[in-house]
T-cell receptor, first 116, second 110 residues
Framework: DADVTQTPRNRITKTGKRIMLECSQTKGHDRMYWYRQDPGLGLRLIYYSFDVKDINKGEISDGYSVSRQAQAKFSLSLESAIPNQTALYFC???????????????FGAGTRLSVL | QKEVEQDPGPLSVPEGAIVSLNCTYSNSAFQYFMWYRQYSRKGPELLMYTYSSGNKEDGRFTAQVDKSSKYISLFIRDSQPSDSATYLCAMHGSARQLTFGSGTQLTVLP
């Protein structure tokens, strides 16, 4: 979805390196999310942010940190990458104003990360 | 035990077949149910959304929710090769955090 842009699309790094994945959106949504996807495990929530001043841990936040630089930008950092962080990472957005109790999320195209 | 269970497949059907995809869940607080479709090397995109129990139809797609059995289904009629993708069920309650199934990989053969 071109409205949610993730960079880079692919990244290979080495164990111990710091890496940042970036997400920007033009949908005007207030909520943003980071997920990782592994075969057989589906999508698991890493962190989420309901607005610029609100950051929350998800199911699997250990080893990750995030920064919400603006309403449209949400970055994910791996402070010291390890091989089991090799996965497909997705950013998603949702709009609390228009959706009410729903939580329909819109995803970026993903970042494929390999940690050697 | 996972909160949401989904048969990973892979599922392979001939073009024109009716496809049935299913998820079971354990959390009775879930009220909102979704199906996402994910093409290879793409992000998931919302396909169907339903609230509580019942059926919802959109073209060739029908989503069905049975809260008493904690079971949801997605039916695809007259399946096409372009339907080949991974289908993810997702659901949430009042807490609004989505819980996803692991996805079912579907291939529709021409």
């Amino acid at each position: 979805d071109a409205d949610v842009t993730q960079t880079p699309r692919n990244r290979i790094t080495k164990t111990g390196k710091r890496i940042m994945l970036e997400c920007s959106q033009t949908k005007g949504h207030d909520r943003m999310y980071w997920y990782r996807q592994d075969p057989g495990l589906g999508l698991r929530l890493i962190y989420y942010s309901f607005d610029v001043k609100d950051i929350n841990k998800g199911e699997i936040s250990d080893g990750y940190s995030v920064s919400r630089q603006a309403q449209a930008k949400f970055s994910l950092s791996l402070e010291s990458a390890i091989p089991n962080q090799t996965a497909l990472y997705f950013c998603a957005t949702s709009d609390s104003q228009s959706q009410g109790a729903k939580n329909i999320q819109y995803f970026g195209a993903g970042t494929r990360l390999s940690v050697l | 035990q996972k909160e949401v269970e989904q048969d990973p497949g892979p599922l392979s059907v001939p073009e024109g077949a009716i496809v049935s995809l299913n998820c079971t869940y354990s959390n009775s607080a879930f009220q909102y149910f979704m199906w996402y479709r994910q093409y290879s090397r793409k992000g998931p995109e919302l396909l169907m959304y339903t609230y509580s129990s019942g059926n919802k139809e959109d073209g060739r797609f029908t989503a069905q929710v049975d809260k008493s059995s904690k079971y949801i289904s997605l039916f695809i009629r007259d399946s096409q090769p372009s339907d080949s993708a991974t289908y993810l069920c997702a659901m949430h309650g009042s807490a609004r955090q989505l819980t996803f199934g692991s996805g079912t990989q579907l291939t529709v053969l021409p």
